[in-house]
């Protein structure tokens, strides 16, 4: 395992989402009668992300380098869209679940990264968590946010199950529980082998469609060494989720 610095880290989530299942809910408290939300614009989506203020622990958050046209606010410019992942669902999607992956075009993007004992840094080499988040944002027509995270779900529940060994792995991808947030969500756990065995990447996911808003959120916690038991409980993750959807 390398250190890794904004962008590399994104393309942790492409990993994540390719290999995530749904479980779809409708939420309790929509009333379908209200007057529509106008749609956020990205300036008011990077308002509500999630700040270091958010959790327990010493978060920051990861910074553009300096001299990158990429915000530093959370908006998505077009330099920095470039560079986030793409998202390619397995080859059992549907044509159509995954050009609606490919075509996702989010508006804002945060990560933040808890200081805890890297084990590529003295003295815990080889031993410890390397953890953050990231979180995603894009809004739209809600019929349209409806009809993408429809197509997603489709074609994320056709890639449930063992990944094969590529780049990294083997693997595998199973459900994982959400509260009851938004209007629709899918949660999963994705863990990964790293190449070599020296490392387990556990991916946890959320997708949650909220009206006219469409969020993907990624709780990363990459251990090795003997006796190094996950950071993360499900209901950790659960109230990570809760928090950020409580700021749309």
Known sequence: MQGMTWPQTLGVVALAFSAAACTPHGGPFRDDSAVPDEIPTADELAASLVTTDDFDGDWTILQPPEGSDASSSGVVTDDERDMLPSFELCPAASAESSAAAL??????????????????????????????????????????????????????????????????????????????????RLGTLLTIEEAGGSAEWLLHNALVRDGNVLLFFDVVDIRMGDGVEPYFTIDDVGHFVEVAISHL
Do not use: Y
Request: aromatic share 6%; charged share 25%.
């Open 103 to 184: 075509g996702l075009e989010w508006k804002a993007f945060r990560q933040l990264d808890l200081t805890e004992d890297d084990p590529i840094e003295p003295p815990n080499d080889r031993s410890g968590h390397m953890i953050f988040v990231q979180e995603f944002l894009m809004s739209g027509e809600p019929d349209a946010i409806e009809t993408t995270f429809g197509l997603l779900s489709s074609g994320l529940q056709a890639c449930l199950g063992d990944i094969p060994a590529d780049e990294e792995g083997p693997g595998t991808m199973e459900l994982m529980a959400l509260p009851g947030v938004g209007d629709e």
